[in-house]
């Protein structure tokens, strides 16, 4: 049986992934998560999603490894994880009531160096809601580690008015794309355990 693990401690990434029932392993990518102030944000998560594949598959050579990476962007401005409850207070104020776009990077490395990669995008739409409303969402919790500061999977649904596009994305990992890179890798599904 094939190695393969995720480059990700992400509870949301794991659900999808054990929605697939792949065996699989997360391992955290432990990478500098910083890019170029040049790089779109197409490239950006790209580069990111690569970078944390290419970690973990640094330390098992032999294994195939999914690294992934979300970069929500509105008016030009993009939004990664907020650093604290200011920074996710002034991010949901910046999408309050407004379309934002997410874009998710994923990468699948494997043995001999085999690169696969896709990025997707959706269209998010939030409801405006009051000052106070949204100090209740951030007291949840729910912003922590989340680029844009919501999580579609929890209470931050309450906040969207409309999504255009596939909600696994916005997730954390594109599942289409995902299934298409395995396939693509070799990697058979609906395996007896």
Do not use: I
């Amino acid at each position: 049986m094939r190695e393969f693990l995720l480059a990700s401690t992400s509870p949301s990434r794991k659900a999808l992934l054990d929605g697939l029932g792949v065996p699989y392993r997360a391992e955290p990518p432990g990478v500098d998560e910083a890019v170029a102030a040049h790089w779109s944000p197409d490239e950006a998560v790209r580069q990111l999603s690569a970078r944390k594949a290419r970690a973990v598959q640094a330390r098992h050579p032999s294994a195939w490894v999914l690294g992934s990476d979300q970069f929500v962007v509105v008016d030009g401005q993009v939004l990664s994880k907020p650093a604290h409850r200011e920074a996710a207070r002034q991010q949901l104020l910046a999408l309050n009531g407004r379309t934002h776009a997410l874009y998710t990077g994923v990468c699948l490395v494997g043995p001999s160096g085999h690169l696969t990669e896709a990025v997707e995008v959706a269209r998010l739409t939030f409801f405006a809601v009051a000052p106070e409303e949204l100090e209740r969402y951030l007291d949840t919790g729910e912003w922590e580690g989340c680029a844009g500061s919501y999580r579609v999977e929890g209470a931050g649904q309450a906040l969207l008015a409309s999504l255009e596009g596939d909600r696994t994305n916005v997730q954390g990992l594109p599942m289409m794309s995902v299934v298409r890179l395995l396939r693509q890798a070799g990697f058979t599904f609906f395996e007896p355990r």
